[in-house]
């Protein structure tokens, strides 16, 4: 019913900046908070940061003041704007909305992208 797709991941050097994109697609009346996660090899998926539908953002502790959630309402989109990247960085990162569904009974429903790598080399 709903679909992602992200773009933008790939490999940059340490104090490089990457640009990720998420664009959802489908049965949607609205899409309520937007969302990154990243899941690093042996590691846990963890939250990056969300961004509500009042634009009320929400980043863990260890990117902020480096990377810039955002929201496009018009595209269905969010991004993620990755600037000073560490090699502690380096992870599949996954795009996460939370939907109300355009046909009846209009469920929630959270979504989750196929993932993008982000390699970052020291």
């Known amino acids: 019913q709903v679909q992602l797709v992200e773009s933008g991941g790939g490999l940059v050097q340490a104090g490089g900046s990457l640009r990720l994109s998420c664009a959802a697609s489908?049965?949607?009346?609205?899409?309520?908070?937007m969302g990154w996660y990243r899941q690093a090899p042996g590691k846990q998926r963890e939250l990056v940061a969300t961004?509500?539908?009042?634009?009320?953002?929400n980043y863990v502790d260890s990117v902020k003041g480096r990377f810039t959630i955002s929201r496009d309402n018009a595209k269905n989109a969010v991004y993620l704007q990755m600037n000073s990247l560490k090699p502690e960085d380096t992870a599949v990162y996954y795009c996460?909305?939370?939907?109300?569904?355009?046909?009846?009974?209009?469920?929630?429903?959270?979504?989750w992208g196929q993932g993008t790598l982000v390699t970052v080399s020291s």
């Open positions: 996460h909305v939370g939907v109300v569904i355009s046909v009846p009974p209009h469920n929630n429903v959270e979504v």
């Open positions: 489908g049965t949607i009346f609205r899409i309520n908070v």
């Open positions: 961004v509500s539908s009042s634009d009320t953002t």
